[in-house]
Each structure stands twice: as C-alpha cells, then as structure tokens.
C-alpha cells in the first residue's frame, strides 16, 4: 500500500463514487429528459421527482456516514490530545472545532502541540490548510 499523504488521502469508495452515484445521476437528467418530451405530462414529472428523491437518498447516506466518522474522529483525537497536548492546550480541548480535529488528525504526535496551538491561535477553519501544515504524515485508512 503506497503511504498515506496529503495529495493521496481522499477516498474514493467504488460502489458509491464509480456505480450507485453515476447510475442515479444518469436516472435523474434520463427522467428530466422524458419530462421535456412528455411536455411537462404527470407520469414525467413523476419521474423526476422519484430519481431526485433517490439522488438525494443516496447523498444524505453518504453524508450521514462522513457525519459518524467525523464525531468518531472527534472523540479518538480528544483522548489522543489529553495524552499528548501541554497542560495549557489540554484546558482548551473543547474549543476545537470538529474541521480541526479531522485535520489535525493526520499530525503526528511530535508535532500535533505547536500545530494545534498554532489552529487555536490563528483560529484556522480550512481544512485544506490544516492539512498541508502536516509535515510528518500520520495516515488513516480506515475512513468511510
């Protein structure tokens, strides 16, 4: 497995990103499609009502499942910042946003003090930026 960094660390699931999620797009504009030819008849615009209910099925699943990792992410890295972060910063736990923690979960535990203090003080919300700030890259595979 190639080591985990920042420009390799997104996920792809294949069933979600390369089948379930082209099929119903394809469904969503193929309904839009009949719709127009119907000339806006009843059975099309129940068509698009279906695959947009589908789409949006499919969608808020994915995002129900990133919501649970990201509140299991919160709670392993909370344990891990008791552990590793100075007195000072261990009292300020809870200001940490959960965007935050997701990123800094990649710091490894040598340099996850001075760049939490530094997300804290800066009051640094993208992730993106938090993420590039990692200079020794601590993966997770185990991602939905």
């Known amino acids: 497995m190639e080591p985990q960094n920042f420009r390799n660390h997104a996920k792809f ?4 990103h390369f089948f379930s999620a082209p099929v119903l797009i ?7 499609v009949r719709l127009w030819k119907s000339h806006w008849g009843t059975e099309g615009f129940l068509g698009v009502v279906v695959a947009a209910g589908l789409l949006t099925t499919l969608l808020s699943a994915r995002l129900a499942a990133l919501a649970v990792q990201d509140r299991v992410i919160r709670l392993e890295e909370r344990l ?3 552990r590793l972060l100075p007195d000072d910063l261990k009292a300020r736990i809870e200001d940490f946003t959960i965007g935050q923690m997701v990123s800094l979960r990649f710091a490894s ?3 996850l003090p001075a760049l939490a203090r530094k997300v804290l003080n ?3 919300q993208d992730r993106k ?4 700030m990692v200079q020794n890259w601590r993966p997770d595979y185990l991602r939905a």
């Open 129 to 132: 930026q938090i993420k590039q």
């Open 122 to 124: 800066e009051n640094l």
């Open 80 to 82: 891990r910042y008791a």
């Open 26 to 32: 394809m469904n969503f504009v193929w309904s839009c």
């Open 109 to 111: 535990n040598a340099e």
């Open 13 to 16: 699931v294949p069933l979600f």
